[in-house]
């Protein structure tokens, strides 16, 4: 079992910075891949970046990629997103999930965080 708490999120100016933490509890939270996931108002939860349980391999959507940085301290069990030059397409309820497998399909991961709002003004 694992239970995840997302927080960092906010209201932020476009080209502006955020960092998402994830806070995650159980002993086995290193052997889980985490992902990092949002849902923008009217659409679909899309895939933003994922790490593996070592951290030593990472995958970033197109949309992020460049601007959007994902780690993970398993010591603290948090895993983390910063996010750079922030655009307002931005915008989302931005989630942490965690899954035995590294995957950016998000029917793949099991334990879910309950989210937190990102707003990029213009």
């Known amino acids: 079992q694992v239970q995840l708490v997302e927080s960092g999120g906010g209201l932020v100016q476009a080209g502006g910075s955020l960092r998402l933490s994830c806070a995650g509890s159980?002993?086995?939270?290193?052997?889980?891949?985490m992902g990092w996931f949002r849902r923008a108002p009217g659409k679909e939860r899309e895939f933003v970046a994922a790490i593996s349980w070592s951290g030593s391999r990472t995958d970033y959507a197109d949309s992020v990629k460049g601007r959007f940085s994902i780690s993970r301290d398993n010591a603290k069990n948090t895993v983390y997103l910063s996010m750079n030059s922030l655009k307002p397409e931005d915008t989302a309820v931005y989630y942490c999930?965690?899954?035995?497998?590294?995957?950016?399909?998000?029917?793949?991961?099991?334990?879910w965080g309950q989210g937190t709002q990102v707003t990029v003004s213009s």
């Open positions: 159980g002993r086995t939270f290193s052997s889980y891949a």
């Open positions: 999930a965690a899954d035995r497998s590294y995957t950016r399909d998000v029917n793949e991961y099991y334990y």
